[in-house]
């Protein structure tokens, strides 16, 4: 029977005309790589599950948000999802497309059908009854309550863009967008583009604009670690996965940087100044990943990308740097990144922090909270990461799942 027809056919209403449903199964919140990857492992252990989705398609964030030459950083068997690898035809990095159809492909294999254009407002636990209320709108404003013994938040680490406030942010005329809205550099072609911001995103970004006959400039405000993609033809996430079995992770960060200074030199000379704590010991203290050089560097070392410090203010037609230089932009991309949205509508619980959105809990705890509450895509290890929580969630839940199932039987 499918479980969303199963849903509507449970509906009452309260007093204020809002719909209640009463789901049997976990309510996933967000349909993307980690609210499909915990889908498809509860469905794997014959347990009922509903996903809501505030986008109208599955992957909102790849399919909406991303540009058109985006790659997944790291090889393909780094990034599946449980139960299913990528396609042996595909490239060793799938392209943007390449990975959406697996996601589609995925959710078809497993039968998993979100209910889309269901925005959650208010998710809160009722210690009276022991169950989740999540209450969602719809597109025409309607209102819905969703209950369930469990609530699996699966919104991501990227739910939101962040955009700086800056300075003469009004006064600037020129063309100012978010690398969410941001496609192709071919709508830039022969323009001046400052990009604010030096993770992988802004770095392809300026390559992209580089390729596509625009002039690109690079705000570099923080410290950053680049390393090549490959070493010696291999991932060099893969290796580093590899060396960390046998040596400890500051050893394997010695030779990460050795090697990287070998093939892309000092980067430091570049504006790009490395931190004092290695690539992987900063990833795994903060969570901030290294960019990964997909061609970028050499066009910094060729002089066709800028590399410029912070902003101090924007004017009419240019900015204005903090090291008092001035120069004109027809256009500025803020390579900011996202932020987790959970705060906003995860009322009353503790798992989550207030400040970014996070799990409080470090890594590899953060799964899990209190009253059938659970985190997946938290993790700050990507695809890797949203593997391991959603089988763990699944796994647990599958407990809770039999004893119940006993006690009815018994009963």
Same mark, same amino acid.
Not at 368 to 396: C, H, P, Q, T
């Given at each position: 029977?499918?479980?969303?027809?199963?849903?509507?056919?449970?509906?009452?209403?309260?007093?204020?005309?809002?719909?209640?449903?009463?789901?049997?199964?976990?309510?996933?919140?967000?349909?993307?790589?980690?609210?499909?990857?915990?889908?498809?492992?509860?469905?794997?252990?014959?347990?009922?599950?509903?996903?809501?989705? &505030?986008?109208?398609?599955?992957?909102?964030?790849?399919?909406?948000?991303?540009?058109?030459? !985006?790659?997944?950083?790291?090889?393909?068997?780094?990034?599946?999802?449980?139960?299913?690898?990528?396609?042996?035809?595909?490239?060793?990095?799938?392209?943007?497309?390449?990975?959406?159809?697996?996601?589609?492909?995925?959710?078809?294999?497993?039968?998993?059908?979100?209910?889309?254009?269901?925005?959650? =407002?208010?998710?809160?636990?009722?210690?009276?009854?022991?169950?989740?209320?999540?209450?969602?709108?719809?597109?025409?404003?309607?209102?819905?309550?969703?209950?369930?013994?469990?609530?699996?938040?699966?919104?991501?680490?990227?739910?939101?863009? =962040?955009?700086?406030?800056?300075?003469?942010?009004?006064?600037?005329?020129?063309?100012?967008?978010?690398?969410?809205?941001?496609?192709?550099?071919?709508?830039?072609?022969?323009?001046?583009?400052?990009?604010?911001?030096?993770?992988?995103?802004?770095?392809?970004?300026?390559?992209?604009?580089?390729?596509?006959?625009?002039?690109?400039? !690079?705000?570099? &405000?923080?410290?950053?670690?680049?390393?090549?993609?490959?070493?010696?033809?291999?991932?060099?996430?893969?290796?580093?996965?590899?060396?960390?079995?046998?040596?400890?992770?500051? !050893?394997?960060?010695?030779?990460?940087?050795?090697?990287?200074?070998? !093939?892309?030199?000092?980067?430091?000379?570049?504006?790009?100044?490395?931190?004092?704590?290695?690539?992987?010991?900063?990833?795994?203290?903060?969570?901030?990943?290294?960019?990964?050089?997909?061609?970028?560097?050499?066009?910094?070392?060729?002089?066709?990308?800028?590399?410029?410090?912070?902003?101090?203010?924007?004017? &009419?037609?240019?900015?204005?740097?903090?090291?008092?230089?001035?120069?004109?932009?027809?256009?500025?991309?803020?390579?900011?990144?996202?932020?987790?949205?959970?705060?906003?509508?995860?009322?009353?619980?503790?798992?989550?922090?207030?400040?970014?959105?996070?799990?409080?809990?470090?890594?590899?705890?953060?799964?899990?909270?209190?009253?059938?509450?659970?985190?997946?895509?938290?993790?700050?290890?990507?695809?890797?990461?949203?593997?391991?929580?959603?089988?763990?969630?699944?796994?647990?839940?599958?407990?809770?799942?039999?004893?119940?199932?006993?006690?009815?039987?018994?009963?």
């Amino acid at each position: 029977m499918d479980f969303n027809k199963e849903v509507e056919g449970k509906r009452v209403h309260d007093h204020n005309s809002t719909k209640r449903m009463w789901v049997p199964g976990p309510v996933i919140v967000g349909a993307g790589p980690s609210g499909l990857a915990v889908a498809a492992c509860l469905k794997e252990r014959g347990i009922p599950r509903l996903i809501l989705e &505030r986008a109208n398609c599955i992957a909102s964030l790849w399919q909406l948000k991303t540009y058109d030459r !985006l790659r997944l950083h790291l090889p393909k068997h780094f990034c599946e999802l449980p139960f299913m690898p990528f396609p042996a035809n595909f490239p060793t990095y799938p392209t943007k497309q390449d990975f959406i159809s697996y996601l589609e492909a995925y959710a078809k294999h497993f039968t998993l059908k979100p209910l889309f254009s269901k925005t959650v =407002v208010a998710a809160e636990f009722d210690k009276q009854s022991r169950v989740w209320r999540v209450k969602t709108e719809g597109p025409r404003n309607e209102e819905v309550e969703y209950v369930s013994r469990w609530l699996i938040v699966a919104t991501g680490e990227n739910a939101e863009a =962040v955009v700086p406030k800056v300075d003469g942010m009004d006064e600037f005329v020129g063309h100012v967008i978010h690398t969410s809205c941001y496609k192709s550099g071919h709508e830039f072609s022969g323009k001046k583009v400052l990009v604010v911001g030096c993770g992988n995103s802004g770095m392809e970004i300026c390559l992209d604009l580089c390729n596509c006959n625009a002039h690109p400039s !690079l705000v570099v &405000r923080d410290l950053v670690h680049v390393l090549p993609q490959q070493i010696l033809g291999t991932s060099t996430f893969g290796l580093s996965m590899c060396l960390l079995k046998w040596f400890p992770v500051r !050893l394997v960060d010695q030779f990460l940087l050795l090697v990287s200074h070998l !093939l892309l030199g000092d980067t430091a000379q570049l504006g790009l100044k490395r931190p004092h704590i290695g690539p992987l010991e900063l990833k795994n203290t903060s969570g901030k990943t290294p960019v990964l050089d997909v061609g970028t560097l050499a066009e910094i070392k060729a002089g066709n990308i800028k590399v410029c410090p912070g902003i101090k203010r924007l004017k &009419r037609h240019g900015v204005e740097f903090v090291d008092g230089k001035v120069e004109n932009f027809d256009a500025i991309i803020f390579a900011t990144g996202y932020k987790s949205n959970v705060p906003s509508w995860l009322k009353g619980s503790k798992m989550f922090s207030d400040q970014d959105g996070f799990p409080t809990k470090p890594f590899p705890d953060g799964w899990k909270g209190e009253n059938g509450l659970y985190a997946v895509g938290f993790s700050k290890r990507g695809l890797l990461g949203v593997s391991v929580d959603a089988r763990r969630i699944a796994e647990d839940i599958q407990h809770a799942w039999a004893t119940k199932s006993k006690q009815f039987i018994d009963s």
